[in-house]
């Protein structure tokens, strides 16, 4: 099992910056990808940013230059660097951990935090 804390979320004007952090505990080797989601009122949860052990970082293109996903694999954590924050950017915001294929997961396993919320006010 892979347990997964956020921190950083806040109230923040438009235009400003905040900065999401996740640490994860438990069977930290068993995990690949880590990433960031974010469901705001009345909507899906999406996928903003995802970073895997090797290969692309992938971004959504809502937030395509105003944000940057890092990992620090020392510290099991994955952060999210928000600038030019926007009202929309407005969410509760996830931190997920994936694993790759295995014998008891086929399609590998996804791990959640609780969520931080982000308020953008204008």
């Known amino acids: 099992q892979v347990q997964l804390v956020e921190s950083g979320g806040g109230l923040v004007q438009a235009g400003g910056s905040l900065r999401l952090s996740c640490v994860a505990s438990?069977?930290?080797?068993?995990?690949?990808?880590m990433g960031w989601y974010r469901q705001a009122p009345g909507k899906q949860r999406e996928l903003i940013a995802r970073?895997?052990?090797?290969?692309?970082?992938n971004y959504a293109d809502s937030v395509k230059g105003r944000f940057t996903i890092s990992r620090d694999n020392a510290k099991s954590a994955v952060y999210l660097q928000m600038n030019s924050l926007k009202p929309e950017d407005t969410a509760v915001y996830y931190c997920?951990?994936?694993?790759?294929?295995?014998?008891?997961?086929?399609?590998?396993?996804?791990?959640w935090g609780k969520g931080t919320l982000v308020t953008v006010s204008s």
């Open positions: 997920n951990a994936g694993t790759p294929p295995s014998t008891d997961y086929p399609y590998g396993k996804d791990y």
């Open positions: 970073i895997p052990s090797g290969g692309t970082i």
């Open positions: 438990g069977s930290i080797f068993s995990i690949n990808a």
